[in-house]
């Protein structure tokens, strides 16, 4: 059984920072790349950072040079770090092992003034 678990949303004011994890539980972690989506109130669910099974990273163009994604394989985590974050980030953000129906529970961040 895999299961995966967001932490790390909340309310942050323009051009501040948070970091999102999600622990993964299961044994795929390591094998699968992991990718990080949002999702904005009456929008599509869309892609922002994701690691390839090659271990290279790729990022939406919006999110360029504020998000990053990072891994802790030993501690089944992935993280997102978000800086310089904008009133347009706003959304639930949702963790993904690629090419698999498993998601997070999915947590919220806000930027508002």
């Known amino acids: 059984q895999v299961q995966l678990v967001e932490s790390g949303g909340g309310l942050v004011q323009p051009g501040g920072s948070l970091r999102l994890s999600c622990v993964v539980s299961g044994s795929i972690f390591s094998i699968f790349a992991m990718r990080w989506f949002r999702q904005a109130p009456g929008k599509q669910r869309e892609l922002v950072a994701a690691?390839?099974?090659?271990?290279?990273?790729n990022y939406a163009d919006s999110v360029k040079g504020r998000f990053t994604i990072s891994r802790d394989n030993d501690a089944k985590t992935v993280y997102l770090q978000m800086n310089n974050l904008k009133l347009e980030d706003t959304a639930v953000y949702y963790c993904?092992?690629?090419?698999?129906?498993?998601w997070g529970q999915g947590t919220q961040v806000t930027v508002s003034s």
């Open positions: 690691f390839t099974n090659g271990g290279t990273t």
């Open positions: 993904n092992i690629a090419a698999t129906d498993y």
